[in-house]
């Protein structure tokens, strides 16, 4: 069986991150799928998915991690080429992914008791954006 | 069920990157699965799959990215122990992983517009790949 | 159909990396199911999963490199809010991510020759771990 479902939200980019644990889980509560995987997609080429320890100490080491990898302030061809000034977004995208695999085990997602699911919002202006939880199971 | 197809592509290695998101399309549109999570796999150590907006500025920035973050020209242990000379395509393909699952929604792949699926070959030469893409769902 | 297992293993944190192949193949050889995906996860804001020619030359290359993309020892927010000692832990595995996603092929993992799937333990002590074997398929 197959359950899927998109929410939306509304990100403000440079690096936005979002707790999405509690929505992804409530698309799990609505689905009859007991046991499976759960797989959690962004669609767009400026953003990803992954985990963390929610909190804000460990959300500002990985914000500035990810500056120094890959920094914003220096010229990309991208930005030469179109003018969207976001070039660091995508190649920050296309490091980190879009995509997350979780396993759903007696209908509660395997994750760590410090370990949630977050979205990141890598471009630099508000966006709203699509989230798709989908579950395939049984 | 489940649907699985094999293609094969001839890379050039160092960071040689190939939009496969219509050869992943084909696959989907042979299966009956018409709402399922689809996993993209290379089979390899020296390789990835990830998803970026397909236009040539931006590849550019992500070569670059990567040739930053795990340079070529430096001593690798791999190549000391095994004269490969591929030390860093192991690092790159560790760091951005073989693997990608993304929703399959009505029969279409839910990515965003921009939002292309790529193939990365890090190794130091030309090689025929194996791309491994996955339907399952009903 | 589902199948899913855990099992354990120790690891000594600091960057220590387990060869989980053989794990994993025994999971699947347990199980009925001989086409799908293995999700395999780690519960844990610390760690990750990922592939990688599993030879001492090339894990002490891919400790290099992860040591330099996210050096240990510098201050993080999170160990002054926290003390844990582990900022750097946790932004590696927000970095590496918990989880892959492995085809499964006439009962075979759909791995090359030498690519084995590998845990990262990035945390700053010993700790027991669960990691999840999950397959989805027919």
């Not at 949630?116 to 709203?128: C, K, Y």
Request: aromatic letters at 8%; one cysteine or more; proline letters at 2%.
């Amino acid at each position: 069986m197959v359950h899927t479902e998109t929410f939306t939200l509304t990100a403000k980019g440079f690096c936005d991150i979002h707790d999405i644990t509690a929505k992804v889980a409530d698309v799990v509560g609505r689905s009859v799928i007991a046991s499976g995987t759960v797989t959690v997609f962004c669609s767009g080429s400026t953003c990803a998915i992954t985990t963390i320890e929610y909190e804000s100490g460990v959300l500002h080491d990985l914000r500035r991690a990810i500056e120094e990898l890959v920094p914003q302030d220096r010229e990309y061809e991208h930005d030469k080429m179109w003018g969207d000034g976001n070039g660091f977004s995508h190649v920050r995208s296309a490091l980190l992914k879009p995509s997350l695999a979780i396993p759903l085990i007696g209908k509660r997602l395997a994750l760590g008791r410090w370990q949630q699911v977050i979205f990141l919002d890598f471009d630099n202006r508000e966006r709203r954006r699509d989230i798709i939880v989908q579950v395939v199971g049984e």
